[in-house]
C-alpha cells in the first residue's frame, strides 16, 4: 500500500503549475497543503489560502511530510531542501546546479537524517535518465555517457541550421518562446548542461565533482562560417556534455560543442528535445529522447518522483559506495575544431597534432589534438577572441585518451 503524501510546493512558475495541472487528472493518494509563493500580488488561478510568503509555514508545519522544490534561487533552494530533510521531511527538486553544486552535502543530510531527495526533474526534463542510470545501470560498467542536455541551445542550433538563421536571430527567436532567459548565458554558454552532467555522473559513476572544475565551453561565438563548414561537411553542430570512462581508475567530464555525423543519434535532435546516449560494456549503446524543458514534460518528470515516494523510494548511490571507485579528472586530450582569428591562441594551445588546417582572409580553422587542461587555461582567451571550438573526435577516428597513459586510447 503506498502511503498519502501531504505536499508543500516552493514555486509555481511553469513547472509547478505544469505539475499541478497533472496531478489534477490523477488519484495518487497525494495532496498539495500549502504553496510557497515569491510574488503575493500576481493574479492565480487557485484559491488564495492555499499560498504563503512564509517559508516556514511548509518547513515547520509537522502534517506536511513531502517537500517539491521548484524555485530559481540556488541558495534559497539549499537551505529550503536540507531544512526539509534534516526535518523528517521527502523532498523533490528540479534545482539543477544547486543539486550539483551542494551534492556532497545534500548526500550526507540524507544519511544522517534517513530522508530521501529526488531530482529526475532536474536532468533532462521528461527523459527518466537519473533512474535509469540508478537502477538499470546500477551493476553495469558505462563507457560514456553524452548527449544533448539543454534544450534552449538546441534550439537555436537547429534555427541556425535548418533555417538559415543567424546566431543573434535564432536566440531572439528562443527567448520570445520562452526556451531562453534573458540572459541566456546560464543555456548558450554550457552551464545548464554541465550541472545536468554532474548530477548524471554521480549516479553513473560514483563521482561527486566541484562544477567549477569541469570544462564548459558554449555556443555563443558561433558564426556563419562554421555553419557552412558543417553544411559543406554533412555535419551538424550539438552542444554536447560528455562524461567518459578513462580506464578502471579515472572518468573525465566536460561539456564543448560537437560536430556531429549523420551516423550519429543526435544528428536528429532538434528544437527543445533531448537525447542521450549510454554507452554500455554489456548493454551497448543505448537512446533516450524527449523533451528537455517545459511545464508539463518537466512536471511529469517531479511527479514521477513524488509517486516513488508514496513506496519510500531513495537513491542508493551504490557505485559510489563502491570500493575502488573512480575518481574525475582533466588529465586527457581531445581532438577539436578551432575557428579562431588570433595566431597565438593556436600557438597557446599547443596542439600535439594538426589533422587539418584551412586558412583565408575571413575564415581560419585548424583540427588538431590538444590537451584539455590547455583548453581550460584559455577559456577567456577563447571566448574574447571570439573563437569557436568543438569536440571533433568522429571526423579523425581519434578517440579520447589518457595524456599520462599513450597506450589507452579507448573507444
Known amino acids: 500500500m503506498s502511503k498519502k503524501l501531504t505536499i508543500g510546493l516552493f514555486g509555481f512558475g511553469v513547472v509547478g503549475q505544469g505539475l499541478y495541472d497533472i496531478i489534477k487528472t490523477k488519484n495518487l493518494n497525494l495532496e498539495i497543503v500549502k504553496i510557497a509563493i515569491k510574488n503575493p500580488e500576481k493574479k492565480r488561478t487557485l484559491p488564495a489560502d492555499l499560498f504563503t510568503t512564509d517559508r516556514n509555514e511548509i518547513l515547520s508545519n509537522p502534517e506536511i511530510n513531502t517537500v517539491i522544490e521548484l524555485i530559481n534561487d540556488t541558495e534559497a533552494a539549499f537551505q529550503i531542501v536540507a531544512t526539509a530533510l534534516k526535518s523528517g521531511k521527502n523532498v523533490v527538486s528540479a ?13 550526507a543530510i540524507q544519511h544522517e537524517h534517513g530522508t530521501s531527495l529526488l531530482y529526475e526533474g532536474a536532468v533532462c526534463g521528461s527523459i527518466p535518465i537519473i533512474r535509469n542510470l ?25 534555427k541556425g541550421y535548418l533555417e538559415n538563421l543567424d546566431y543573434a536571430s535564432a536566440l531572439k527567436q528562443a527567448q520570445e518562446l520562452g526556451f531562453a532567459e534573458t540572459d541566456p548565458t546560464m543555456d548558450v554558454g554550457g552551464y545548464d548542461a554541465k550541472f545536468k552532467l554532474v548530477i548524471a555522473a554521480a549516479h553513473a559513476y560514483g563521482v561527486v565533482v566541484n562544477p567549477d572544475d569541469v570544462l564548459n565551453i558554449g555556443i555563443q561565438n558561433l558564426s556563419a562560417n562554421d555553419l557552412q563548414y558543417t553544411r559543406e561537411k554533412n555535419l551538424k553542430i550539438k552542444l554536447v556534455p560528455v562524461a567518459k570512462e578513462l580506464d578502471d581508475r579515472h572518468v573525465a567530464l ?17 528544437y ?31 511527479l514521477s518522483d513524488v509517486a516513488a515516494l508514496r513506496y519510500d523510494y531513495h537513491y542508493e548511490y551504490k557505485k559510489a559506495k563502491e570500493k575502488g571507485s573512480l575518481t574525475f579528472t582533466n588529465d586527457i586530450k581531445l581532438t577539436v575544431y578551432l575557428r579562431y582569428t588570433d595566431e597565438s591562441l593556436v600557438k597557446d594551445l599547443d596542439f600535439e597534432h594538426i589533422f587539418e588546417s584551412y586558412t583565408s582572409d575571413g575564415f581560419k580553422y585548424v583540427i588538431g ?23 571533433a573526435d568522429q571526423l579523425t577516428g581519434v578517440t579520447l585518451a589518457k595524456v599520462t597513459t599513450q597506450a589507452a586510447e579507448l573507444v
Open 254 to 270: 566536460f561539456v564543448l560543442p560537437k560536430l556531429v555525423t549523420e551516423s550519429e543519434f543526435l544528428y536528429n535532435v532538434e
Open 134 to 158: 540508478e537502477e538499470y545501470y546500477d551493476n553495469e560498467l558505462l563507457h560514456s555517457i553524452c548527449g544533448i542536455f539543454n534544450g534552449s541551445s538546441n534550439y537555436i542550433l537547429s
Open 272 to 302: 527543445e528535445y533531448n537525447g542521450v546516449i549510454v554507452q554500455a560494456a554489456f548493454a551497448d549503446q543505448q537512446f533516450f529522447f524527449g523533451k528537455g524543458a517545459g511545464g508539463h514534460p518537466t512536471g511529469a518528470a517531479v
Open 369 to 391: 589534438k590538444v590537451k584539455l587542461q590547455n583548453l581550460i587555461d584559455n577559456q577567456n582567451r577563447i571566448a574574447e577572441s571570439k573563437a569557436f571550438v568543438a569536440f
Open 95 to 107: 534545482s539543477k546546479k544547486m543539486i550539483a553544486t551542494y551534492l556532497e552535502e545534500l548526500l
